[in-house]
T-cell receptor
Framework: AQSVTQPDIHITVSEGASLELRCNYS??????LFWYVQSPGQGLQLLLK??????LVQGIKGFEAEFKRSQSSFNLRKPSVHWSDAAEYFC????????????FGAGTILRVKS | DVKVTQSSRYLVKRTGEKVFLECVQD?????MFWYRQDPGLGLRLIYF???????EKGDIPEGYSVSREKKERFSLILESASTNQTSMYLC?????????FGPGTRLTVL
């Protein structure tokens, strides 16, 4: 069965510091890959997605993610974190032959200290 | 912009009550989904629908049912609510490969 692992439950970074959130997936082929963000009390907002092509994808709010097939990873990065980035981040995969059913990781809660 | 709305942000019900959670999308999407979100578990798929009157079980359908009588509306039903169904419920819709989420309903069952 497909699975998504986000190894870090919580991460704390200082405002202005760089950020990397890790995501690994378990699947035989290359799935569709997504990162979503959830601010407190809100629904999920799509940050970026990867289907094919260039393995470095740009998203909203200054985020980017890099797909590495050899590592089955899709890590999310931001060069300089802002206090408003404090939220929970979810990595998700959609195995291509199952349409767009998503399998989510457990999430990483980002805290930003000033 | 895609808009997905859910009928309630917060809901408190008693054990044994029948509970309806409503979701409406305004983008004529074929696909709609219901998830529950619990701390440390991420989002888990309860049911999804690829078309009107069509539904398929997700990963945790037990204790839930769904209804899709119109394309824009997808309802989640708890036939007899139990305390272990206290959770955040998220609805989503999609046309192709990207899902768009509503704000969520936080349900508490006492």
């Amino acid at each position: 069965a497909q699975s998504v692992t986000q190894p870090d439950i919580h991460i704390t970074v200082s405002e202005g510091a760089s950020l990397e959130l890790r995501c690994n997936y378990s699947y035989g082929a290359t799935p569709y890959l997504f990162w979503y963000v959830q601010s407190p009390g809100q629904g999920l907002q799509l940050l970026l997605k990867y289907f094919s092509g260039d393995t470095l994808v740009q998203g909203i709010k200054g985020f980017e993610a890099e797909f590495k097939r050899s590592q089955s990873s899709f890590n999310l990065r931001k060069p300089s974190v802002h206090w408003s980035d404090a939220a929970e981040y979810f990595c998700a995969v959609a195995p291509m032959e199952y349409g767009n059913k998503l399998v989510f990781g457990a999430g990483t809660i980002l805290r930003v200290k000033s | 912009d895609v808009k997905v709305t859910q009928s309630s942000r917060y809901l408190v019900k008693r054990t044994g009550e029948k509970v309806f959670l409503e979701c409406v999308q305004d983008m004529d999407h074929e696909n709609m989904f219901w998830y529950r979100q619990d701390p440390g578990l991420g989002l888990r798929l309860i049911y999804f629908s690829y078309d009107v009157k069509m539904k398929e079980k997700g990963d945790i359908p037990e204790g839930y049912s769904v209804s899709r009588e119109k394309k824009e509306r997808f309802s989640l039903i708890l036939e007899s609510a139990s305390t272990n169904q206290t959770s955040m419920y998220l609805c989503a819709s999609s046309e192709r490969d990207t899902q768009y989420f509503g704000p969520g309903t936080r349900l508490t069952v006492l």
